[in-house]
């Protein structure tokens, strides 16, 4: 029998747990709603402004500004860099370096994160906690249903009545894809069959001193581009990928070729990626003109080579990649294992110092690093990637082997992974803030299969999440990230094809109940049809699931709100006050979005939230008594 | 317990079933499969060859062609036509008329026709036939999924080494759409702002003698076409017209607004129907562009008046709606009872002549008709439409009244309809055979709701149906529509938002039975979310059910075939032989449909083909020892 002494217990371990990852995202410059700081009692009328929590991402520069301008780079400050135990220290001279005194900036405690780490993992299977959250969830999903039979039609009433602004001129970010697969299979056999036609005599790779020309790729795969056709170039998902993402990795190669992969989807390359980046800007291209569309493409940095920064800022400046309607997003896959086995790193400490150097070099010193400066202008973030579903015997611990010291081929784990690369951003985001630059979120994969202990590294680690279908096992995880409105972007299509038929995804279920859910596409390539990806995402769901228009509209303001666009842009796509928690941060003139709608969802999470704090306000009155 | 006799008695009351569609198939030059023929044993070896029985459409004009050219009428026949009990006769000359002997053509017998209906109905409910069907069923259903655990790497292989041919560039057609809804509700809202914002001040209607402005017609709406959005358009349908079909018809109306309606999306009004035109033939330049897709829309004959035909001739050819990508059906609402009880015709006979005389005039007297018959080169086939679920206490007999006694307010039944545009479309088709004219078929809306007997009125005088979700409750009727190859031109998203949940659609199970489905829209308008909504059909069937490129390509192959594109163009987008049946019909470079998948479609045919002549055949033993 459960206990109303066991409730309590619950909602102050909810309580806790959201004061935990608060701590976590203030820290990164995460975001994390004021609306559940002050019921946990984290608020004071004198705090700084709303505004002023926001991240910080560069406003996309003016129609007269040159996006690729290089001569604002700030001054070189001299601080030195040097990795320890898998963190970088920032040192502000030789001097401090010597006596190990690190410029003053929070430093991430490996012991603290393994404490507040276990508290959440013993609450997810806390029997108590996981009825409270399971009849809490139950409750928001009825609640949901009652106010839709009540309110349907006044919802509606209200959209009509709403001049000018419908489902298809609402802003909408595609808020997780990956650039390699950004264009549909179509676009690229397109692209393919128009580069053999008109250039086929150009070299386009050397192997072994003898230079190759495009006509000669394609006599060696003994195959006419004329003849190609969606079928033999094989990128589409199918049903054989479903719970094979092995197979599904291997879609990347047109027509089963890594030759065409490298040649086609690769930023480094013999053209210096250049057929990739002119399917990208077509793409892109495709966004403007749609006008009300935006995507947030992810880039590889893989940490295999310090290099790969600079080369992919030179890629990007040098074939003008740049498009208002587009920013970008750096993911870094879970591959160390494969780079060790080929003896590419020494210790996964190297592979973080890959990835990470750079940019605080490029942060310290711009002027010597102008290209990679400006190129993060336009970086809004991170993701982590690979399949989840891969077992990892290690289990992360303050014992773990520190990554200078990692040098098993065995791969870390995801918790590992995104401890360290949680911790890094975290460094760099402190230290570009300093700077008045533009600071990252920590957006990974997480929850698409695997351990739902993943859920709970991203809980604290994570800005928001892509796919986290797993929340759906998790009654006690679900409600955390309901309280904490940690946004998700989800992508039921690829879901459909890799891990999850249509029908049994979550994404209506989440939305109803007010998880912070957005529409993304993953890979048009692999599993869209029509030449508008993304809508067909929306259209799908919408049939399938039959949303109403404001479900759509909540589902697309979702998705500016969760993206890596600058204030200024939000201000303009979602209202003056977008930052602002409940119906008046909702401007329905931009949205159409119904105030009946904002008004439910705002006063449905203050009720839920009241629990936690009438509970922890309790334990303050029997501390009194006592 | 269910005895062999018991088996072989359904087998032989099945073929029978079949022999009877096949009378009337040939009757109306529609079509009836071969095999099937060959298995009944009604074909010989020296039978007229197999594309003497094709319909006849008239091939498209050449490109150096003038498609509005009104030279090349025939001359007058100078045959005089007069209806009689409902059904059309045509006389040589005075004489013949005045002694009764109408022209040598075949005229139905409705006292014939009620005794094959009672054949078919009988046959239905009979409880062993039920059984063998339902086993049978069950047998196709299970075999499919076997070849395809199977075959299903070898068909896709197959795909992969057919070159230049895939699911994008196979030809499709929408076979079953709305003229009145076949913009999408976006294109509609882009093409009034359009007007209005072009051509406030021009005189639009007429009302009580006095011209209205589009300015006018939108003050006195309270309504400034700036603000108007897809949501007070308010023409796409919702959850709220779920098994409310009145609720989904008043869709048609712009804003709720029936001078929209008649201003934007009627071939009769003062503007001689240009706004409706206009968008037409918008869309028609999108299915040029994308060169793989046709459509076969739906017009409005009401049978009101016999003006009709000649106007919508003239509005054809005066604004130039010619497309080579659409082919016209013309639609037939039954809404006698409407009209009837406005007084506006006196019986149902009437609204008969209204909607048959024309043809007859303009097919014996072609020269006085030019218009007419010049729009009737462009017309394939008739529909007949409304909402099926509306109950009729009319039971359909030879004792019923005749169509020129049918004076009550009271709709006639569904079989009433069909019976009398079938006899009427039969006379008619015969008459323009003789004369070397085009045929048209008979297509009506089937099966999506109301009593299944639909489906048998439908079984007898139908070349294909549009619907046909009622077959998921009639195993007989679903296997008899199966062993006809009746083509079923099915939409799943129509349905998601009228009767039937998308989920639950049968479309997958007919397609893996063997049934002829193929996919259409029925009314972009009300259903569609994308540009593409033909594209937006096949991409949800192939997300939601998993279907493979074959399947989709198979479904696309059907929509050729069941379309009324002319022999010439079936060749070309089909292959030469595509009017065998089997795998010598098909030709994979162009249908990118596997000969594997075909020669299981053949074999399977077949085999259930040989358990009834089988039956037959031991019928004729039993007889000779007997």
Redesign the interface.
């Known amino acids: 029998m459960i206990t109303v002494e066991d409730y309590e217990q619950a909602a102050k371990s909810l309580a806790k747990a959201l004061v935990i990852r608060e701590k976590y995202a203030r820290l990164a410059y995460h975001r994390f709603p004021r609306t559940t700081a002050q019921y946990l009692g984290h608020w004071r009328a004198d705090a700084a402004p709303l505004e002023e929590g926001l991240p910080d991402f560069h406003p996309p520069p003016l129609p007269q500004e040159d996006p690729y301008c290089l001569d604002d780079a700030p001054r070189n400050l001299g601080f030195l860099v040097r990795m320890q135990g898998g963190i970088l220290y920032v040192y502000d001279n030789t001097k401090m370096l010597e006596c190990q005194e690190p410029h003053s900036l929070p430093y991430p405690d490996l012991e603290t994160y393994t404490v507040d780490m276990s508290h959440i993992l013993a609450l997810i299977t806390h029997g108590p906690t996981k009825t409270y959250c399971h009849r809490r969830l139950n409750f928001l999903e009825s609640k949901f249903s009652l106010h839709e039979m009540l309110n ?1 039609m006044a919802e ?1 009433k209200e ?11 609402v802003r909408k970010v595609d808020t997780h894809i990956h650039a390699a697969a950004c264009m549909n299979q ?1 676009h690229l056999l397109r692209f393919i069959k128009h580069t053999y036609q008109t250039e086929p005599d150009r070299t386009v790779a050397e192997k072994w001193g003898r230079k190759i020309t495009l006509r000669q790729v394609f006599d060696s795969l003994h195959m ?1 581009p ?7 170039l ?1 990128v589409h998902a ?2 054989q990928t479903f719970h094979r993402f092995d197979k599904f990795n291997s879609k990347y190669n047109p027509v089963g070729a890594s030759e065409l992969r490298d040649l086609y989807l690769k930023t480094e390359n013999y053209l210096g990626g250049e057929y990739f980046a002119r399917m990208v800007k077509e793409v892109a291209q495709e966004l403007e003109e749609s006008k009300y569309q935006y995507s947030e493409p992810r880039l590889s940095i893989y940490g295999c080579s310090p290099e790969e920064w600079s080369n992919l800022a030179r890629w990007f400046i040098q074939h003008k990649v740049y498009s208002p309607n587009m920013r970008w997003i750096i993911q870094v896959p879970r591959i160390y294992d494969i780079f060790r086995s080929k003896k590419l790193l020494p210790s996964f400490g190297k592979m973080l110092e890959n990835i990470f150097l750079p940019l605080f070099e490029a942060t310290i010193n711009p002027q010597d690093h102008r290209e990679l400066h400006l190129f993060l202008r336009y970086v809004t973030g991170f993701d982590s990637v690979d399949d989840e579903s891969k077992h990892s015997d290690h289990m992360f611990s303050d014992k773990s082997p520190s990554p200078d010291v990692w040098t098993s081929e065995q791969n870390p784990p995801y918790s590992y992974y995104l401890y360290y690369m949680y911790a890094n951003i975290m460094v760099l985001n402190n230290l570009r803030r300093e700077r008045g630059l533009s600071t990252f979120l920590f957006r990974p994969h997480c929850g698409e299969s695997g351990s739902i202990t993943h859920l709970v590294s991203a809980f604290l680690t994570a800005d928001n999440i892509s796919h986290g279908l797993l929340l759906k096992k998790s009654p006690v995880l679900q409600y955390l990230y309901y309280l904490a409105q940690i946004p998700i972007a989800m992508s039921p ?1 690829s879901n ?1 094809s890799l891990f999850l038929e ?2 049994k995804n979550p994404l209506r279920e989440f939305l109803h109940k007010g998880l912070h859910v957005s529409l993304s596409t993953d890979d048009p390539m692999q599993f ?5 990806a993304l ?2 995402e ?3 769901a ?3 699931w ?1 949303l ?2 404001c479900d759509l509209c909540e589902i697309a303001r979702n998705s500016v709100l969760q993206s890596g666009l600058s204030h200024q842009e939000k201000q303009k796509f979602l209202g003056q006050n977008y930052y602002k928690e409940g119906p008046e941060g909702n401007d329905i003139r931009k949205t ?1 979005v119904a105030q009946i709608r904002m008004a439910f969802r705002y006063e449905t999470l203050c009720n839920e939230l009241s629990f936690l704090s009438d509970a922890m306000k309790s334990e303050e009155i029997t501390a009194l008594t006592k």
Chains 1, 2 share one sequence.
Request: charged share 30%; aromatic share 16%.
């Open positions: 349907e509606f959209l009509k009545s709403n001049p000018h602004r419908d489902f298809y001129n179509k006419d004329y003849d190609l056709t969606v079928d033999s094989d199918g049903r299509l459909n249509y029908s869209h049809y029509t030449k508008e809508m067909e929306y259209a799908i919408a049939q399938v039959k109403s228009t159409n």
